[in-house]
């Protein structure tokens, strides 16, 4: 066969070579060690965990080692294209802290070893499966979708490895002429690889994540370009990978099934192979076993699913470097005020199962991050967040930024916060009682007599000063206890609960959900400093009004 005239008859258009491109794509210059990754998603609009997961490892990897983060867009099959996806995608990631260098971008490509978005690389495609026919290494095959049918058929009916490979590789070694018959034809036809592997073969090699493993080598003649012209997956990631100088291939570990042919094919467009980060699933308990996070049956896949509910961004991503690297929680232990970015990621760390995803231990982590902020941040994030997802909310902490800040000051600061919020979706049932249309009419426990609250609260409202501090608040809240016949010995009332009718634990609570309308509020005495005399006053009144 005359390779040559083959491949002038596919592609008679194609003159550039790929020296050429060699030349136009020329190694980067970068200090040794330094990582050259990036993301490579389909667009198709959802943007879940996952992407996140990869695109931290990435990033991770190419910033940490002075290297570069790409963002190349692999929108080679158009009918599963959403239109704006890049653009939802490069917002959602940025939001999540993962800014590209280099790729796609908003405004067209940023970067000098672009296109970007494989759709426009055809031509660049073009140049190497001309070279690859050319050297005997791919081929064009006629088969229609009807003789491949056949063919799966033949070979299940034989339990035979389906595929086109071997004796089933039918335009394998076809003449030029029949060939030429079928482009005269105007038949279609796909390029196709000529696999010299063989299932016989095995060799050892060495994923980032995986570890050594053992590869059995392909045999089958995969597709590289398709009928449109436009390639596979695997063509396209071995020419862009390369002409890219990616250094580092960070992606899911379902590409490992076709690993075996990626490793083929750089060896025969004599690319070097990059390393390869491949990673696991993220899984979820399902009952007692793990099982892969499903977009279909779990909403907390979505990342938008995270930012509804209000987590800030700083929990998700430190949860997530949780989930990545096991010792990042005894370095965020010994380390509590350092930005994430500084402990050393490593992707070795990965787990090669995958990781497993917990969304209580992430509320977890999003109540420690969120305790360690300054009310101003706190109100912040908040604000955004409300007024987006819950506007009527996010009027009323607009309306009055100081008495919010206040109110998100409280048990802030010093050793121990408190962690009353883990979501900014929590905010509202946790401090909406300081806005008289949130608040909710007190339910009192039916064991006690109204006419008794009714006493207590008057009798509270009495002594009440607001110049008191915490101390002198509540020795007259123990006052008004014993005269009442209440205790304020809570060991000797758990002894012998039925030597006494109540404690100043019941009295505490009749005045707090006289003031917030709950049994739970933070510490009483700062509620009503923050609310002030006459509206703490005004709220205890009108419910004794109805007692
Ligand atoms: N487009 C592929 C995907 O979305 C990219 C895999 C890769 O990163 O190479 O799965």
Redesign the pocket.
């Known amino acids: 066969m005359d390779y040559q005239a083959l491949a002038q008859l596919l592609f008679p258009n194609v003159t550039d070579t790929p020296e050429m491109l060699e030349e136009k794509y020329p190694v980067r210059q970068l200090p040794e060690g330094a990582v050259v990754t ?5 667009p ?1 609009g959802f943007v879940h965990l996952g992407n996140l997961v ?1 695109g931290l490892t990435a990033e991770r990897m190419a910033h940490q080692s002075g290297g570069v983060l790409f963002l ?1 867009v ?1 929108d080679t099959d158009a009918k599963r294209e959403v239109p704006g996806a890049v653009e939802v995608l490069i917002d959602t990631l940025k939001h999540y802290g993962i800014a590209f260098d280099e790729g796609a971008t908003h405004n067209g490509d940023n970067g000098i070893y672009g296109p970007y978005r494989q759709r426009q690389r055809a031509d660049i495609y073009h140049v190497y499966a001309k070279k690859l026919v050319e050297q005997g290494m791919a081929y064009p095959c006629f088969c229609t979708e009807q003789e491949l049918a056949a063919m799966r058929e033949k070979q299940e009916a034989n339990k035979e490895t389906t595929g086109y490979y071997g004796k089933y590789a039918m335009w394998r070694d076809r003449p030029i002429e029949d060939i030429k018959a079928q482009l005269d034809a105007d038949n279609p036809w796909v390029l196709r690889f000529r696999s010299e592997g063989s299932i016989e073969n095995q060799f050892k090699f060495d994923d980032l994540v995986k570890g050594k493993l053992t590869i059995t080598e392909n045999d089958v003649d995969h597709v590289l370009l398709k009928s449109d012209g436009i390639p596979t ?1 695997h063509f396209a ?1 071995a020419v862009d ?1 390369h002409l890219m100088r990616t250094t580092h ?4 570990d ?2 490992l099934a076709t690993l075996p042919f990626h490793i083929q094919l750089f060896k025969a467009l004599g690319f070097k192979l990059p390393k390869y980060v491949h990673i696991g699933p993220l899984m979820k308990m399902d009952g007692t076993s793990k099982r892969k996070l499903s977009k279909r049956k779990d909403p907390e896949l979505a990342l938008t699913f995270y930012k509804a509910e209000g987590f800030p961004v700083k929990a998700v991503y430190e949860y997530i470097m949780t989930i990545l690297n096991s010792n990042f929680e005894d370095w965020r232990r010994a380390e509590p005020d350092k930005e994430a970015t500084e402990f050393k990621f490593s992707p070795k760390k990965l787990n090669p199962a995958g990781s497993l995803f917990d969304y209580a231990k992430l509320t977890d982590v999003s109540k420690n991050v969120i305790s360690k902020m300054d009310a101003e941040t706190v109100y912040e994030l908040l604000l955004e967040w409300a007024q987006e997802f819950d506007p009527e909310f996010g009027e009323k902490l607009a309306a009055d930024r100081a008495f919010a800040v206040s109110i998100l000051a409280i048990g802030r600061g010093g050793r121990k916060p408190r962690k009353d919020l883990a979501t900014w979706k929590e905010a509202k049932p946790y401090m909406g009682f300081f806005y008289d249309e949130y608040l909710e009419t007190p339910v009192f426990n039916e064991k006690f007599d109204k006419g008794l609250i009714r006493y207590v609260l008057e009798r509270f409202v009495g002594s009440y000063d607001p110049s008191d501090d915490s101390a002198a608040w509540f020795e007259k809240v123990k006052d008004i206890t014993t005269a009442i016949g209440f205790t304020t010995d809570m060991k000797a009332y758990k002894a012998d609960p039925a030597a006494y009718p109540g404690t100043v634990a019941d009295v505490s609570t009749f005045i707090r959900q006289a003031v917030t309308g709950k049994t739970n509020a933070p510490d009483l005495h700062t509620v009503m400093q923050i609310l002030g005399k006459e509206r703490s006053l005004e709220r205890i009144a009108k419910v004794i009004a109805t007692l």
Do not use: K
């Not at 990036?38 to 389909?42: E, G, I, L, V």
């Not at 291939?249 to 899911?252: E, K, L, Q, T």
């Open positions: 990036r993301m490579a998603p389909s198709t990869q190349r692999e997956y990631h990978d291939v960070v992606r899911g379902e590409w």
